[in-house]
């Protein structure tokens, strides 16, 4: 049975900061992608960050570079998503997902690959 559990959501003035944790139950692969999307009212839902667990490379999508950090901890089973200096523009629910990455690539390389399993999601916040 695969969980994936998202938490560290919540409302926060501008400038703000939150910290995001996914922990992954259940996921068989090996290797995998573990990402990050929004989705924001009246709008498509985005990727935000990804991570290869397999060598911990990352990427972000360009509206959050060097605001946010995904991170992992391979002990917990767990995914993190620091975010600084929050903007209302990242009001959203967040979403963690997990895909596979059978040849271990980057980070990179997990973007637009697809993710199939999903978390229920978190509300961020900004004001």
């Known amino acids: 049975h695969v969980q994936l559990v998202e938490s560290g959501g919540g409302s926060v003035q501008a400038g703000g900061s939150l910290r995001l944790s996914c922990a992954a139950s259940?996921?068989?692969?090996?290797?995998?992608?573990i990402g990050w999307f929004r989705q924001a009212p009246g709008r498509e839902r985005e990727g935000v960050a990804q991570?290869?667990?397999?060598?911990?490379?990352?990427a972000y999508a360009d509206s959050v570079k060097d605001r946010f950090t995904i991170s992992q901890d391979n002990a917990k089973n767990t995914v993190y998503l620091q975010m600084n200096s929050l903007k209302p523009e990242d009001t959203a629910v967040y979403y963690c997902?997990?895909?596979?990455?059978?040849?271990?690539?980057?980070?990179?390389?997990?973007?637009?690959?697809?993710?199939?399993?999903w978390g229920q999601g978190t509300q961020v916040t900004v004001s």
């Open positions: 991570i290869s667990t397999s060598d911990g490379s990352t």
């Open positions: 997902a997990a895909g596979p990455n059978p040849f271990g690539l980057s980070g990179a390389y997990c973007n637009g690959m697809p993710h199939s399993y």
């Open positions: 259940g996921v068989t692969y090996s290797r995998k992608c």
